[in-house]
T-cell receptor, first 113, second 112 residues
Framework: EAQVTQNPRYLITVTGKKLTVTCSQN?????MSWYRQDPGLGLRQIYY???????DKGDVPEGYKVSRKEKRNFPLILESPSPNQTSLYFC????????????FGPGTRLLVL | GENVEQHPSTLSVQEGDSAVIKCTYS??????FPWYKQELGKRPQLIID?????GEKKDQRIAVTLNKTAKHFSLHITETQPEDSAVYFC???????????FGRGTSLIVHP
């Protein structure tokens, strides 16, 4: 089944404790991205990747890191989480860019205390 | 960068009525306009999209219209049903950008 998966689905952590949210897609998509969704603010892109080893900042990259060592995986890293990073996070992929259907993962709900 | 405004933020209709959600964008080079539906607790999923070379696209009860001159596009849902209740997002990636800019969403409530 073609899909985007994320883990974990729910995470409670404390300020400053490094964490990684994994994202994987099995559709051989070139473009992958991370979004955060906050009430009243819609979906805002954090980082995107056009292909392996090619990543770039989205609209709200501060406090996040990403890597794209393999085509199928695009982990999101919070090296020192803060409470303002409490949010719902979605990974997404598309065939080759942002002007095509974005396929979203199931979401990761993060609470930073 | 692109600026996308979506209205209304909340829309309440009776079952069977029509619903219209409108988005305006700022970059005249934008050429791809998708609409996503997000049911409660679920992921966003594409329901319809339109490219700038057409003015309207229909898929059963949903349609999208595009006015490039005025820089706005709208989602139309006819004969609404309770299962249409969800948050709907538009997006308008700026012409030269790899970042998809989403509207803030419209919460559609369809009352039985």
């Amino acid at each position: 089944e073609a899909q985007v998966t994320q883990n974990p689905r729910y995470l409670i952590t404390v300020t400053g404790k490094k964490l990684t949210v994994t994202c994987s897609q099995n559709m051989n998509h070139e473009y992958m991205s991370w979004y955060r969704q906050d009430p009243g603010l819609g979906l805002r892109q954090i980082y995107y990747s056009m292909n392996v080893e090619v990543t770039d900042k989205g609209d709200v990259p501060e406090g996040y890191k990403v890597s794209r060592k393999e085509k199928r995986n695009f982990p999101l890293i919070l090296e020192s989480p803060s409470p303002n990073q409490t949010s719902l996070y979605f990974c997404a992929s598309s065939i080759s860019g942002n002007k095509e259907t974005q396929y979203f993962g199931p979401g990761t709900r993060l609470l930073v205390l | 960068g692109e600026n996308v405004e979506q209205h209304p933020s909340t829309l309440s209709v009776q079952e069977g009525d029509s619903a219209v959600i409108k988005c305006t964008y700022s970059d005249s080079a934008s050429n791809y306009f998708p609409w996503y539906k997000q049911e409660l607790g679920k992921r966003p999923q594409l329901i319809i999209d339109i490219r700038s070379n057409v003015g309207e696209k229909k898929d059963q009860r949903i349609a999208v219209t595009l006015n490039k001159t005025a820089k706005h596009f709208s989602l139309h849902i006819t004969e609404t049903q309770p299962e249409d209740s969800a948050v709907y997002f538009c997006a308008a990636p700026a012409g030269g950008s790899y970042i998809p800019t989403f509207g803030r969403g419209t919460s559609l409530i369809v009352h039985p």
